[in-house]
């Protein structure tokens, strides 16, 4: 720190234009005013300002032997060696200063004496000299402490924070959400009563540890716990992405997410996953709302295309780039990938493959190409028909063997999903998105001949609104209107198509209390639940706090 410091005391042309400065002050000149665009050549500024040490006084176009400093300036470079100029090799003896100013290039000079002392050279230094700059030194005592005391403040600070770091590779970062929920209104849906609708308070927190060993690569690690709880609609509908089941609900820590990413190449990176790996993730989910919960939409359905939850678990990404406007994402993960047993495993359980082109033509349109095939998997929203294996499983359909004896139907599913997403900003303060998701899912198999061997045709669709900025920098307000997964098709008569239309509309407002504190107010309105007019409208509100560190 010293050493970059004395740097930019020692600059010559600082020190120099001091000298001038005060010896015009005697001659009666008056000094130019300084122009702001004219900057100090020091020797810490970048390669394209620097100058060599100036040898000659000649080398200074602007300073001629009639002028009345040509003495002074001349002793200074040719005896000391302290003195530079600007890049077009003027001295610029007009140019106005500060007595800081001075007090740094008379530091600088003083630094450049004791050197010639202390390497023997001190024929080069005469008592006049010394006598000069020892009266210099004492009229600018106290300037010259200030920059001194600042020098060793700044040291200090320094090796308070070499000594308090947590790791010299891992960076640590954390989370909290806060979240006060409620059903405010309906209360009937699927023929159920909501029981679910008291006012709750919940929170998620989690500690994330950033490491990195070479600089380009990234070791992700993070803990979390959980107990918000999303309420029970009896359909997959509205339901809140950083929310979990009464099951699932927790205060058990665990390591949620765990991955390792490299660069392969200067345009390819590969992502190896061992633990909840998402979509988001591998690719990019083309919507400025999807912040993991932590910030953006409140529901899952307004944080991403639902195509997007086929993708859950381990496994690999790999994101290449073909120049700065397109690249093209591959990814494949297992939701059952550590479990060995019969229909489980890496390959043989639950998977999701994705593959997007992502083409960017500018910095305010981005668009989005996704396919996603997948096994046994579900969109996690939606109506209960468009989750056709939990929609199965929960019937209770009489086996043939045990007439009118209830058993649980367990059909397993492939789907192929396409999608199509799209961010257009078309100002600083307004960015228009959405996408459409199709996905046709088929029965692998009829459970003994309790299911029909069929398809399905399910359709999402969505139009966001954002308005980042909005009252304050960083702030963002959101509007999300759309369907959710709706059955528009069936070829299974066990599961018929949703015979109505519910929409999703959803606001919120995200306000920036400080860089570590936003508050988000939110609603969520479904028009006919499930996708059937017979249920009442559900509006849930939620009131989320974000703490992060």
Same mark, same amino acid.
Not at 26 to 54: F, H, W
Not at 334 to 359: E, H, I, K, R, V
């Given at each position: 720190?010293?050493?970059?410091?004395?740097?930019? $005391?020692?600059?010559?042309?600082?020190? #120099?234009?001091?000298?001038?400065?005060?010896?015009? &002050?005697?001659?009666?000149?008056?000094?130019?005013? =300084?122009? +702001?665009?004219?900057?100090? /050549?020091?020797?810490?500024?970048?390669?394209?300002?620097?100058?060599?040490?100036?040898?000659?006084?000649?080398?200074?176009?602007?300073?001629?032997?009639?002028?009345?400093?040509?003495?002074a300036l001349q002793s200074l470079v040719e005896r000391y060696g302290c003195i530079a100029g600007y890049p077009n090799g003027t001295y610029r003896g007009n140019r106005a200063m500060t007595r800081y100013e001075f007090a740094a290039g008379l530091n600088a000079c003083l630094d450049r004496v004791n050197e010639l002392i202390a390497t023997a050279t001190t024929d080069l230094v005469t008592k006049e000299d010394l006598a000069t700059l020892q009266r210099l030194r004492e009229q600018f005592s106290a300037e010259l402490a200030t920059l001194r005391g600042r020098v060793d403040a700044v040291e200090v600070k320094a090796a308070e924070l070499e000594a308090n770091q947590f790791s010299t590779?891992?960076?640590?970062?954390?989370? /909290? /959400?806060?979240v006060v929920s409620d059903v405010l209104g309906g209360r009937r849906v699927n023929d159920e009563d909501i029981v679910e609708e008291n006012t709750t308070l919940g929170a998620r927190a989690r500690v994330e540890f950033t490491t990195s060993f070479t600089g380009k690569d990234e070791l992700f690690t993070r803990i979390q716990t959980n107990n918000i709880v999303s309420p029970n609609l009896f359909t997959p509908e509205g339901s809140l992405f950083f929310g979990e089941t009464s099951e699932d609900a927790s205060n058990d820590a665990l390591i949620d997410a765990l991955y390792y990413k490299f660069p392969l190449g200067e345009k390819t990176e590969v992502i190896v996953l061992a633990n909840a790996g998402a979509a988001d993730d591998i690719t990019n989910t083309v919507n400025i709302f999807d912040g993991d919960g932590g910030s953006g939409a409140l529901s899952s359905f307004g944080v991403r295309n639902p195509i997007y939850y086929h993708l859950d678990g381990a496994g690999l990404g790999i994101n290449q780039e073909f120049g700065d406007k397109l690249s093209l994402s591959l990814g494949y993960?297992?939701?059952? &990938?550590?479990?060995?047993?019969?229909?489980?495993?890496?390959?043989?359980?639950?998977?999701?493959?994705?593959?997007?082109?992502?083409?960017?033509?500018?910095? =305010?349109?981005?668009?989005?190409?996704?396919?996603?095939?997948?096994?046994?998997?579900?969109? #996690?929203?939606?109506?209960?028909?468009?989750?056709?294996?939990?929609?199965?499983?929960?019937?209770?359909?009489?086996?043939?063997? /045990?007439?009118?004896?209830?058993?649980?139907?367990?059909?397993?599913? &492939?789907?192929?999903?396409? #999608? +199509?997403?799209?961010?257009?900003?078309?100002?600083?303060?307004?960015? $228009?998105?959405?996408?459409?998701?199709?996905?046709?899912?088929?029965?692998?198999?009829?459970?003994? #001949?309790?299911?029909?061997?069929?398809?399905?045709? +399910?359709?999402?669709?969505?139009?966001? $609104?954002?308005?980042?900025?909005?009252?304050?920098?960083?702030?963002?307000?959101?509007?999300?209107?759309?369907?959710?997964?709706?059955?528009?098709?069936?070829? +299974?008569?066990?599961?018929s198509r949703d015979r109505d239309t519910s929409y999703h509309i959803e606001a919120f407002y995200q306000y920036q209390v400080s860089d570590n504190i936003s508050i988000t107010p939110g609603v969520i309105w479904l028009t006919a639940p499930d996708h059937n007019n017979n249920n009442d409208d559900v509006v849930i509100g939620a009131l989320r706090t974000t703490f992060s560190f």
């Open positions: 720190m010293k050493t970059v410091w004395k740097s930019l $005391l020692a600059s010559p042309a600082v020190f #120099g234009a001091m000298l001038f400065v005060n010896s015009g &002050a005697m001659g009666g000149e008056t000094p130019a005013t =300084r122009e +702001i665009t004219d900057p100090l /050549v020091t020797e810490s500024n970048t390669e394209d300002q620097k100058m060599s040490q100036v040898n000659s006084v000649s080398q200074l176009s602007d300073v001629k032997p009639t002028d009345w400093a040509f003495q590779t891992t960076k640590l970062t954390g989370e /909290v /959400v806060a993960l297992g939701t059952t &990938a550590n479990d060995p047993t019969s229909d489980n495993g890496l390959f043989n359980g639950p998977y999701g493959a994705l593959a997007q082109l992502t083409f960017k033509p500018s910095d =305010r349109f981005t668009i989005g190409f996704t396919y996603i095939n997948s096994y046994n998997e579900e969109l #996690g929203t939606g109506s209960n028909r468009a989750n056709p294996i939990s929609f199965l499983g929960s019937q209770l359909v009489p086996p043939p063997s /045990v007439t009118g004896e209830p058993g649980e139907v367990n059909v397993p599913f &492939a789907s192929n999903s396409y #999608g +199509i997403e799209a961010s257009l900003g078309l100002s600083d303060k307004f960015v $228009l998105g959405g996408w459409v998701g199709y996905t046709n899912a088929r029965n692998l198999s009829t459970e003994g #001949g309790l299911v029909d061997r069929g398809e399905l045709d +399910i359709w999402n669709w969505a139009v966001t $609104l954002g308005f980042p900025d909005l009252g304050k920098k960083g702030n963002l307000a959101g509007i999300i209107f759309g369907m959710e997964p709706k059955v528009t098709s069936s070829s +299974i008569n066990e599961i």
